[in-house]
């Protein structure tokens, strides 16, 4: 009798004060946000949908940084945090980050949309995780869809180091990328799959001319039409956005697998796929059988959402995403 008063006592103080001791103290879950904010989601959503269909470009963007966030101190929305007094060097200003990045304006107007309908609700974390999720299922034509959890806290730490630590270059060789996954609780397989989100976006010159990769046969297994091309676009002094997929650059799909096995790919990292028997399979299987591909990503997207997530007082819900409370 005394216990159930002791949970009824606990249930009570988080309805009423909606703090974030409360707030995910269990842990993610799908529709966490039914009760205390019922349309967040589809405020999201919708905010998304607005921002992917002006720039298909932002849509790849806020898939990248959910994966940029979540590989560095847990997806906590830490990515966000700008330079201030106190941390003048977090993750946004690293290496693989600095001027690479997309989607922050995405998120703000997002989550302004949410904070209009229930102020100090909803964590930026979530906002980046539900914009990630939105962003593939509009770029897939509608065929990415994902039941993503909510509940994650906002991070009060992001450093520009561990960025540059954690993240894998697009140098990477297959051996590198899949030490990197498995650091985060993640296989061959999923690695593989979330590959996959270079079907959209764009590279800068100088994540794939290093190393003799437009130089053709001999220096790079790149095709050698392809690398013709591209050493016109990337001209010495030039380091223009390229397109990561030239055949379907607006749509998150299955293309990308079939341009791997073409040699027809911008990064080291992706070429780096068909290093291993394994790993090749893999990339002909998303690349040939009709539907598998979109699947394995959403569920893919989710687990990749869960690592390190912040519950209880490791975090908190910020007001600005930008900066801490």
């Not at 540059?164 to 650091?183: E, G, I, K, M, Y």
């Not at 976006?201 to 790149?222: I, K, N, Q, T, Y």
């Not at 073409?262 to 780096?272: E, F, I, R």
């Amino acid at each position: 009798m005394a216990s159930s008063f002791v949970k009824l006592s606990v249930a009570l103080t988080c309805l009423l004060l909606l703090s974030s001791t409360c707030h995910g103290s269990h842990g993610p879950n799908v529709g966490h946000y039914k009760k205390t904010c019922p349309n967040a989601e589809a405020i999201v959503r919708d905010s998304v949908k607005s921002s992917v269909y002006k720039d298909a470009g932002v849509g790849a963007g806020l898939i990248r940084l959910l994966f940029h966030d979540c590989f560095v101190q847990g997806c906590d929305g830490s990515v966000l945090l700008d330079p201030s007094p106190s941390n003048p060097q977090p993750e946004k200003l690293s290496a693989p980050n600095f001027r690479s990045l997309r989607g922050f304006e995405a998120v703000d107007a997002a989550k302004a949309a949410v904070e209009r309908a229930c102020p100090g609700v909803v964590s930026c974390a979530d906002v980046v995780a539900f914009a990630a999720r939105d962003a593939a299922y509009f770029l897939s034509g509608l065929r990415v869809k994902a039941d993503m959890p909510g509940g994650r806290l906002d991070g009060r730490v992001s450093r520009s180091d561990e960025a540059a630590r954690d993240l894998p270059p697009a140098s990477a060789n297959l051996a590198q990328l899949v030490s990197n996954f498995a650091a985060k609780g993640l296989g061959e397989e999923d690695m593989v799959v979330l590959s996959g989100a270079h079907s959209v976006g764009a590279s800068h010159c100088s994540s794939f001319v290093p190393g003799g990769r437009l130089e053709g046969p001999g220096r790079s297994d790149m095709d050698a039409g392809l690398a013709a091309v591209l050493k016109k676009q990337c001209a010495p002094g030039q380091n223009p956005l390229v397109p990561q997929d030239a055949v379907s650059p607006n749509a998150l799909d299955s293309q990308y697998y079939r341009n791997v096995l073409a040699h027809k790919v911008l990064l080291p990292s992706d070429a780096a796929l068909l290093a291993a028997p394994a790993t090749e399979k893999m990339v002909r299987d998303n690349a040939y059988v009709p539907g598998k591909w979109e699947g394995k990503f959403a569920e893919a997207l989710v687990k990749m959402a869960a690592i390190g997530v912040k519950t209880g007082q490791q975090g908190e819900i910020r007001k600005n995403c930008r900066v801490v409370n």
